[in-house]
Each structure stands twice: as structure tokens, then as C-alpha cells.
């Protein structure tokens, strides 16, 4: 009987440590990001990845899950496990008078009081459901990742003077960085 309950211990150590090194894996894998892609929506609904819009003063939320923006510019943050070399920003709005007219990362710089922004000019890319769909391309290596926080700037110089508003529906992120190869795996273990 006691040699029955040691067997019983060690097989639940046994399958204990091969769940605990699962989950530790599962967990790296997802960290890592191997795909090299990462891509987050936003549909001004809670996500913890997502700082909401900011300065609250500067756009109304909706009850139909849309904010208005009244007053230039707003920005937003994206929480990520890592960096990334590039991103494309789509994004779904309502803009009758063509205000808004540019989107862009905050880039680092040595100074807590100096906000630089890579501004990049939306390009349309297409409609749906009555929504304009707009998208920007733009290179992060120089772009700000304090706290691992991208900090992204809507721009739309001269909302507040025209009496107008931009409605957003959402926000759509994609990350991209090299993908975790093999070759990059052996590289760093020979290291």
C-alpha cells in the first residue's frame, strides 16, 4: 500500500511538472510572438491592451459604441509584450469635412517634456456599411515604447473652430517584426 502511494505521488509530480512546463511554454510562445505578426482591434469597448482616447474634453462617447471627436487632436496607447518593426493603422470613420488628416506614433526622445510624432497622411482604403475606411503605414524603430506603450496621435488640425466632428467606429492595429525562425533560434543558442 505504501509502495502504491509513492507510485501515485510520483506520477503526480511527474504530470504536475509537465503541466507547469506546458503552461510556461504556452506562455513564452505567446510572449514571443512567433508569427511575427500581432494584430489588435479596437471598438472603443474596455480591452486591456488598449489605452483609451485621450484627453477625456476632446471627443464624446456614444451609446452606439462610437466616439465624436470635437477638438484636435486625441491619441491613443497600445500595451504589447514587445517591439515591432513596423505598423499599418486602419481605421473606420465618419468625417464630412475632411479634417482629419493624419496619424502617427510618438517617437522616443531623451526629454520627458518633448512630444515628436512621426505624422504619416491617411490614404483611403475603400468603404464599408457606410463608413470610411483610411490607413497609414509607418516604420517604429524610432517611435517611443516607454513601459511598452505605443502612443499613437490622431491629427485634425482645425476640428474645434469649424464647429464639426470625426465619428470613429474602430481602430484596427497590425504589428509587424521579423518572425521567430529556427535559424534565429539556433543563432542565439550558439551565443
Known amino acids: 500500500m505504501k509502495e502504491m502511494n509513492k507510485k501515485m505521488q510520483y506520477s503526480i509530480r511527474i504530470i504536475g511538472g509537465i503541466m507547469i512546463a506546458f503552461i510556461f511554454a504556452w ?3 505567446q510572449d514571443r510572438i512567433p508569427s511575427g505578426i500581432q494584430t489588435i482591434v479596437y471598438d472603443n469597448a474596455f480591452t486591456p491592451v488598449i489605452e483609451p482616447w485621450s484627453p ?3 471627443f464624446l462617447s456614444k451609446l452606439t459604441g462610437t ?3 470635437v477638438t484636435d487632436p486625441v491619441y491613443l496607447g497600445v500595451h504589447l509584450p514587445r517591439k515591432f518593426d513596423t505598423v499599418t493603422l ?3 470613420y465618419q468625417d464630412s469635412d475632411k479634417k482629419l488628416t493624419h496619424i502617427g506614433p510618438r517617437l522616443a526622445s531623451d526629454r520627458f517634456d518633448q512630444w515628436d510624432y512621426n505624422l504619416v497622411a491617411i490614404e483611403p482604403d475603400g468603404e464599408e456599411g457606410g463608413w470610411n475606411i483610411a490607413k ?8 517611443d515604447f516607454n513601459k ?3 502612443t499613437f496621435i490622431f491629427s485634425a488640425p482645425g476640428l474645434d473652430t469649424t464647429q464639426s466632428k470625426i465619428t470613429i467606429k474602430k481602430v484596427e492595429f497590425t504589428f509587424t517584426r ?13 551565443m
Not at 521579423?178 to 550558439?190: G, Y
Open 27 to 29: 506562455l513564452m510562445y
Open 56 to 58: 477625456p474634453k476632446r
Open 67 to 69: 466616439i465624436d471627436i
Open 90 to 92: 486602419r481605421i473606420w
Open 136 to 143: 497609414i503605414h509607418s516604420p517604429l524603430f524610432t517611435a
Open 148 to 150: 511598452r506603450v505605443y
Open 178 to 190: 521579423e518572425p521567430l525562425t529556427w535559424q534565429k533560434v539556433k543563432r542565439f543558442l550558439k
